[in-house]
């Protein structure tokens, strides 16, 4: 009898192990996902077109997914502190990163910030914000091709101002000045909107920065626009030439945004988020909210998102070499 019991426990180990890797194989599928509430880490402060897009889709994808999704803001470092703390989450599917341009161009700019654009998986590319280069409106300057001309003339005559180091606005500058072969001097300020205070003050002579940012001084006509650094002309102010147009195509300086998890988050999660939130962004009432608040909606899956960004991280490093920063 006792041996038969002992014959019994032996064969019901095997069984209990193939239900043990059932339930795993289970869980590791995305079937049980998600269990609990959902964090989306905006890595800046409330008010500005991260936190305005991730909480109105967060509002969508809460009914999509069956789970509160919420958003959370962790700042500073300018969006360091916020895109870490990501990195050092668990690979999960339950924390979530909405990000700009700096999560590629930080860790070019600051060496040893203890993330790299390859620690995370996109889901989403939410869609890009127009920017735009600007000068005083006495300014003499009428053209992009009048402004790099006087800027290659008079090397170390000209400024820009930037955000800080490592910021869209100071590697978009960096890139001008590689393509064209313009001089221009950095000078970090902070912020867009004491960039903007300090081209009108004729403090600087120029910088690259988002049209949300400066729209009001330029209908006012206190700012001139000399071109929208993309591809095509922004709707908003058709008349402003693209970089592309004045033959520059790899111009191309338009801030994006996209959701993010951590690298090694399981693929059957990475797919439920992805279908999640394209299925948020094709609700038109979703998407003209996020429209109005001044960013283009582009909802592209995670395989389209991964190549752009393969780009974009092989352009700025050429652009940080190039410009020596970080080094």
């Known amino acids: 009898m006792c041996r038969h019991r002992k014959r019994y426990s032996i064969v019901s180990v095997p069984g209990l192990l193939v239900l043990v890797l059932i339930f795993f194989i289970s869980l590791a599928?995305?079937?049980e996902y998600p269990a609990k509430t959902i964090q989306i880490i905006n890595p800046f402060p409330p008010g500005?077109?991260?936190?305005?897009?991730?909480?109105?889709?967060?509002?969508?994808?809460?009914?999509?997914?069956?789970?509160?999704?919420?958003?959370?803001?962790?700042?500073?470092?300018?969006?360091?502190?916020?895109?870490k703390a990501v990195k050092d989450a668990p690979a999960d599917g339950y924390t979530i990163l909405i990000a700009p341009p700096p999560i590629a161009l930080i860790p070019l700019a600051r060496k040893g910030i203890g993330f790299a654009l390859s620690d995370f998986t996109p889901i989403n590319f939410i869609g890009s914000n127009p920017s735009i280069m600007v000068v005083k409106a006495d300014a003499p300057w009428r053209s992009l091709e009048q402004l790099i001309a006087d800027a290659?003339?008079?090397?170390?005559?000209f400024t820009f101002g930037s955000p800080g180091t490592g910021t869209s606005g100071h590697f978009g500058m960096e890139l001008i000045k590689m393509v064209t072969g313009a001089d221009f001097i950095h000078v970090p300020l902070g912020g867009e909107a004491p960039v903007a205070t300090a081209i009108l003050g004729g403090n600087i002579h120029t910088s690259v920065v988002t049209l949300?940012?400066?729209?009001?001084?330029?209908?006012?006509?206190?700012?001139?626009a000399l071109a929208v650094t993309a591809q095509k002309r922004a709707k908003e102010f058709p008349d402003v030439p693209a970089t592309a147009e004045k033959g520059y195509p790899s111009i191309n300086v338009s801030p994006w945004f996209i959701f993010f998890v951590r690298a090694n988050t399981e693929p059957a999660i990475v797919d439920k988020l992805a279908k999640a939130f394209k299925e948020a962004l094709q609700d038109k009432e979703i998407a003209g909210r996020i429209e109005k608040a001044g960013l283009a909606v582009e909802n592209r899956g995670p395989e389209e998102t991964a190549k752009f960004l393969a780009q974009e991280h092989k352009k700025w490093s050429e652009v940080a070499?190039?410009?020596k920063i970080g080094q």
Do not use: W
């Not at 290659?152 to 005559?157: A, D, I, S």
């Open 29 to 31: 599928d995305g079937a």
């Open 212 to 224: 949300g940012t400066v729209r009001t001084h330029l209908e006012a006509g206190s700012l001139r």
């Open 321 to 323: 070499r190039v410009a």
């Open 48 to 83: 500005a077109i991260t936190d305005i897009s991730a909480r109105i889709v967060s509002e969508k994808l809460s009914s999509l997914l069956g789970q509160a999704v919420v958003v959370i803001n962790k700042t500073g470092g300018g969006g360091a502190v916020g895109i």
């Open 152 to 157: 290659k003339k008079n090397p170390g005559k």
